[in-house]
């Protein structure tokens, strides 16, 4: 929004540009030309000693109230919306209109240039944490420059202590941070109005807890008390100091893993012993892997032969029902076998016992003009050989055939 200067004011305070005089003087028209938000994702946030706010046009203090409110557009887009609402749902409901009217901030204007937010700390080793807080401070206000200050080593050591990594390594990794727009190297660790004048900062962002450090109970105080500190919340269970932790607690381990994945005792700062302490450990580790590979390949292997063997012992109970099965057919009582006997047992038996003639058959009488039969005379025969099952069958079979044919 251009910004009207002009020496003279008006007895009642109002500028004579803005009162209902035409002006006696020129006035001057001067842009706000402030860095504006990261559009694209494609290269890193820059630094602020490369590309800083030489807007040469005042930056009035803004309130919170006005600073949600946006540029004009997103201004102008929210009163339409409640216009909207009024006619399509307040007749309707009964409700006054006044109801949505006293919701549209007229009494404040939206600001034609981002609203600078500003959030410093140390950053060390970079975790989501950090990145939900920034998240946070972006997210404010509908149009937001984000500048993160990013405190020296000398400081840190100095008010905090030892940091994992260097003051570069910390910049780098602020500047890939997709919520930053400009990163301050070297940020003061309080602030001044010196330093909040030069960078043009509107807010400061941070969590609400004190923090008392440099022989100050609360080094955000007089900036809550200027009416410049918008609180974040902390992300619990997460934090630098927790990660350092964790590695303390379980440095042996890590340790062995570094070895292990090539580093020297001496870029550890391990000792001689403990060095052969880890790398002992590690060859056991190994072996106890080993083992616990054996043991389960061993277990595959006796559930794949305990399959199989189920599926043998199921396969050979089907095959012997159909074994018992078929061999009670053939020599159970009601067997194929049996009966096929009892057949040739009848043919012998009927074989041996041929048919005899009947006993009340009527005897022929003699004529007594025949005369008495001739006499036979009874010739010595020979002995009948000794009996034999081969020649008692042939003789079964020829009389067998004897008695079809007489059939």
């Given at each position: 929004m251009p910004v009207l200067t002009t020496d003279a004011e008006s007895e009642t305070g109002i500028p004579k540009s803005l009162s209902n005089e035409p002006p006696s003087e020129t006035m001057e028209e001067i842009e706000h030309t402030c860095p504006q938000?990261?559009?694209?994702?494609?290269?890193?946030?820059?630094?602020?000693?490369?590309?800083?706010?030489?807007?040469?046009?005042?930056?009035?203090?803004?309130?919170?109230?006005?600073?949600?409110?946006?540029?004009?557009?997103y201004f102008c887009h929210r009163v339409?919306?409640?216009?909207?609402?009024?006619?399509?749902?307040?007749?309707?409901?009964?409700?006054?209109?006044?109801?949505?009217?006293?919701k549209i901030p007229w009494m404040e204007e939206p600001v034609d240039r981002p609203v600078r937010v500003y959030a410093d700390g140390i950053f060390d080793l970079f975790h989501s944490g950090h990145a939900r807080a920034l998240m946070q401070a972006k997210t404010l206000f509908p149009n937001s420059y984000l500048l993160v200050g990013v405190c020296s080593d000398d400081l840190t050591h100095k008010f905090k202590g030892f940091t994992v990594?260097?003051?570069?390594?910390?910049?780098?990794?602020?500047?890939?941070?997709?919520?930053?727009?400009?990163?301050?190297?070297?940020?003061?660790?309080?602030?001044?109005?010196?330093?909040?004048?030069?960078?043009?900062?509107?807010?400061?962002?941070?969590?609400?807890?004190?923090y008392s450090s440099a022989g100050s109970d609360d080094i955000y105080k007089h900036i809550?008390?200027?009416g410049m500190f918008v609180p974040t919340q902390r992300t619990e269970g997460i934090s630098t100091s927790d990660i350092i932790t964790r590695i303390v607690r379980d440095y042996d381990v890590y340790a062995r893993r570094n070895l292990q994945r090539g580093y020297t005792a001496k870029e550890?700062?391990?000792?001689?012993?403990?060095?052969?302490?880890?790398?002992?450990?590690?060859?056991?580790?190994?072996?106890?892997?080993?083992?616990?590979?054996?043991?389960?390949?061993?277990?595959?292997?006796?559930?794949?032969?305990?399959?199989?063997?189920?599926?043998?012992?199921?396969?050979?109970?089907?095959?012997?029902?159909?074994?018992?099965?078929?061999?009670?057919?053939?020599?159970?009582?009601?067997?194929a076998w049996k009966q096929m006997f009892q057949e040739r047992s009848n043919r012998m038996l009927h074989a041996l016992s041929p048919k005899q003639s009947p006993v009340s058959s009527p005897t022929r009488s003699r004529s007594p003009s025949r005369s008495p039969s001739p006499t036979f005379l009874w010739l010595p025969h020979k002995p009948s050989p000794p009996f034999s099952p081969k020649a008692a069958s042939a003789s079964m079979s020829s009389m067998s055939e004897g008695d079809e044919d007489e059939k």
């Open positions: 938000p990261r559009l694209t994702l494609t290269a890193p946030a820059p630094f602020a000693d490369e590309t800083s706010c030489l807007c040469q046009a005042p930056h009035e203090k803004l309130t919170i109230a006005q600073a949600r409110l946006g540029t004009p557009g339409l919306n409640l216009v909207t609402c009024a006619i399509q749902y307040g007749e309707g409901n009964g409700t006054p209109l006044q109801y949505f009217a006293w990594m260097n003051e570069a390594e910390r910049y780098e990794a602020l500047r890939h941070c997709r919520y930053v727009d400009e990163v301050i190297r070297d940020a003061p660790w309080t602030l001044t109005p010196e330093f909040l004048e030069k960078h043009k900062i509107d807010f400061v962002a941070h969590d609400d807890i004190p809550k008390e200027a550890l700062n391990v000792s001689f012993i403990n060095e052969k302490k880890y790398r002992f450990q590690n060859q056991v580790d190994k072996m106890k892997e080993k083992v616990k590979n054996v043991e389960e390949r061993s277990k595959e292997f006796v559930n794949r032969v305990e399959e199989k063997s189920h599926d043998l012992i199921q396969k050979w109970e089907e095959k012997s029902r159909e074994f018992i099965g078929n061999f009670l057919e053939l020599f159970g009582p009601d067997g």
